[in-house]
Structures are given as structure tokens and as C-alpha cells.
T-cell receptor, first 113, second 112 residues
Framework: DQQVKQNSPSLSVQEGRISILNCDYT??????FLWYKKYPAEGPTFLIS?????DKNEDGRFTVFLNKSAKHLSLHIVPSQPGDSAVYFC????????????FGKGTLLTVNP | ETGVTQTPRHLVMGMTNKKSLKCEQH?????MYWYKQSAKKPLELMFV???????ENNSVPSRFSPECPNSSHLFLHLHTLQPEDSALYLC???????????FGPGTRLLVL
């Protein structure tokens, strides 16, 4: 049973527009959420995170929104750039020190010039 | 070198071979992880070491044997693997108890 789901395997966006990547989770014990970006032939790179005590975290062009009641989070990238084209993974963990990150399958974002 | 490094980047081995994957972190972290990423599947946690002690073994077959000689180095010893073990093996590190993990580039393994 997949506890973290990214239902869109791919997303295509025009340069300069907003990219919205979605993630749903089922485990109500998750209290920390992360987004990673992965280019081909590289490992995942940490992008941004959010604790369950917040509903929004912003870092430059990247903003993560958390809706705990809906068990849903999203990553907004604005404006999107061609260099943002990559696979984006959503991950979640329960309790500080638990060590386990549960990952979604990823969404391939393509930003067209 | 900075961040998390892994060697080799690519490995082809037969089912009777023995090989080892190496991971080194230069971030001053004290927890290290092995993950497996198979095609069209989420990353799967294999092993966790915290303060050089194994704290998690996620039902991984014994043909995978981890070793953590110190907080900066992590090995994954491989023997008598199966073709279905072909995957990308990723190492990560974090502060002990930290929830943000930093990944290496991975080793692409092909078992023939």
C-alpha cells in the first residue's frame, strides 16, 4: 500500500508560467514533508521541506503548501525555468528521529522554452 | 570532494560475483542510509546506520550486507545477486535524528 502518492507521472509547463506538483499521503502520523529534485544520472537533491505545524513554506521560486485535513501537499514553482526540468519526488516522515522517509514515485516536470 | 559521493557509478556483475559499493559523506553527518530505486517504483529504504550502529534493516535479503566502519563511510557488500536486484542504489546521510537526508549520485547496478 503506497502511503505517499504522486498521481501525475508527468507535467509539461511553459517557461515563465507556474508549475504545480501534487502529492497525497495516507498516514496521518506523517509530520514532516520534503520535496526532492532528481536529474538523470544524479541522486535526488533536497529542495524544500515543511513541518506539519505550518501550512506554507517559501524559498525563492519554490513554495510548498500543506493541507493536513486533505492530506495533500503541493510544490509551486514560479516562474518555471527550463533548468527546472527534472523528476520531483515527494517524501514524508513520522516523528523526528524516526529515520524513515517514505517516497512517492515522482513526477517528471518538463519546462518548455 | 563535497556532499555525498558514491563509487563506482556503474557496475555490471554476474550472479556469482562479489562486489562492494562505497559511500562517503563530507557533511559531518552521523546517520547514513542505503536506498534502492527500481524502475517505476518509489525509493525503498534498505538500511539505516546511526552513530555507526545499524538501526534499521528493512527486510533486505542477506545477499546484501552493509558495513559502516565510521560515521563518514558506508559500504554495501553484494554477493550471489539476482537479475531482479538490478537497480540504482543510493546512499544518503543526515544528522542523527534529522529528517532531511542528502543523497549521493547513486550506483547503477546491472546483474547478469
Amino acid at each position: 500500500d503506497q502511503q505517499v502518492k504522486q498521481n501525475s507521472p508527468s507535467l509539461s509547463v511553459q517557461e515563465g508560467r507556474i508549475s504545480i506538483l501534487n502529492c497525497d499521503y495516507t498516514n496521518s502520523m506523517f509530520d514532516y514533508f520534503l520535496w526532492y529534485k532528481k536529474y538523470p544520472a544524479e541522486g535526488p537533491t533536497f529542495l524544500i521541506s515543511i513541518s506539519s505545524i505550518k501550512d506554507k513554506n517559501e524559498d525563492g521560486r519554490f513554495t510548498v503548501f500543506l493541507n493536513k485535513s486533505a492530506k495533500h501537499l503541493s510544490l509551486h514553482i514560479v516562474p518555471s525555468q527550463p533548468g527546472d526540468s527534472a523528476v520531483y519526488f515527494c517524501a514524508a516522515s513520522a516523528l523526528k528521529g524516526n529515520y524513515k522517509l517514505t517516497f512517492g514515485k515522482g513526477t517528471l516536470l518538463t519546462v518548455n522554452p | 570532494e563535497t556532499g555525498v559521493t558514491q563509487t563506482p557509478r556503474h557496475l555490471v556483475m554476474g550472479m556469482t560475483n562479489k562486489k562492494s559499493l562505497k559511500c562517503e559523506q563530507h557533511l559531518g553527518h552521523n546517520a547514513m542510509y542505503w536506498y534502492k530505486q527500481s524502475a517505476k517504483k518509489p525509493l525503498e529504504l534498505m538500511f539505516v546506520y546511526s552513530l555507526e550502529e545499524r538501526v534499521e534493516n528493512n527486510s533486505v535479503p542477506s545477499r546484501f550486507s552493509p558495513e559502516c566502519p565510521n560515521s563518514s563511510h558506508l559500504f554495501l557488500h553484494l554477493h550471489t545477486l539476482q537479475p531482479e536486484d538490478s537497480a540504482l542504489y543510493l546512499c544518503a546521510s543526515s544528522q542523527e535524528g534529522g529528517q532531511t537526508q542528502y543523497f549521493g549520485p547513486g550506483t547503477r547496478l546491472l546483474v547478469l
